[in-house]
Antibody, heavy 123, light 113 residues
Framework: EVQLVESGGGLVQPGGSLKLSCAASGFPFSGSTMHWVRQASGKGLEWVGR??????????VYAASMKGRFTISRDDSRNTAYLQMNSLKTEDTAVYYCTCGSGSDQGAAFDIWGQGTMVTVSS | DIVMTQSPDSLAVSLGERATINCKSSQNVLYSSNNKNYLAWYQQKPGQPPKLLIY???TRESGVSDRFSGSGSGTDFTLTISSLQAEDVAVYYCHQYYTTPRSFGQGTKLEIK
């Protein structure tokens, strides 16, 4: 079965850190650029960033508001992508989705989405 | 960065009627070397992740009802639902995958009139 499963969400205090995981199965993970997208409650979709495949040097790009605080990585041996979030702010509270165009390095719509993991930043 | 703007923000349509959602990109998303528009449409129902409906602006994803169609090129795009069904109530998003940072429209909430 083709799927992405996120984990690692939870409640964290402002200024804290959290690391999300995204486990993939059923499609060529190592050949797929992985993206993270978030959605605050009642709001629209916001792209967080992406990590390309090994052949593209695992290049990462981030949305401006997250650059320097968030880091995306991947472990192709575990078919897992990660989102390390540091210096969290209350406005980072959202459902975080991992997504990809299966088997595509770049230039693909997102045909696979995880169910999302909730991150709440609050004191 | 490419800004995606959808219209309207919300839409109420009677069952069996046509629904039309527009999306405008601030820059061209047509790649001249392959003549493809890097524009997708997603449907999101409450409590669910988005679901890909249309890619390359007009190609329907496998398994998606043929009531859904996409059109447009360059900077102006349209999602049309030919005959609205109750299960089509959702929020619809356009998305450009022409360049990073990727960007989405703000969403259009579709309801039954």
């Amino acid at each position: 079965e083709v799927q992405l499963v996120e984990s690692g969400g939870g409640l964290v205090q402002p200024g804290g850190s959290l690391k999300l995981s995204c486990a993939a199965s059923g499609f060529p993970f190592s050949g797929s650029t992985m993206h993270w997208v978030r959605q605050a409650s009642g709001k629209g979709l916001e792209w967080v960033g992406r990590i390309r495949i090994k052949a593209s040097s695992y290049a990462t790009v981030y949305a401006a508001s997250m650059k320097g605080r968030f880091t995306i990585s991947r472990d192709d041996s575990r078919n897992t992508a990660y989102l390390q979030m540091n210096s969290l702010k209350t406005e980072d509270t959202a459902v975080y989705y991992c997504t990809c165009g299966s088997g595509s390095d770049q230039g693909a719509a997102f045909d696979i989405w995880g169910q999302g993991t909730m991150v709440t930043v609050s004191s | 960065d490419i800004v995606m703007t959808q219209s309207p923000d919300s839409l109420a349509v009677s069952l069996g009627e046509r629904a039309t959602i527009n999306c405008k990109s601030s820059q061209n998303v047509l790649y001249s070397s392959n003549n493809k528009n890097y524009l997708a449409w997603y449907q999101q129902k409450p409590g669910q992740p988005p679901k890909l409906l249309i890619y390359w602006a007009s190609t329907r994803e496998s398994g998606v009802s043929d009531r859904f169609s996409g059109s447009g090129s360059g900077t102006d795009f349209t999602l049309t639902i030919s005959s609205l069904q109750a299960e089509d109530v959702a929020v619809y998003y356009c998305h450009q995958y022409y360049t990073t940072p990727r960007s989405f429209g703000q969403g259009t909430k579709l309801e039954i009139k």
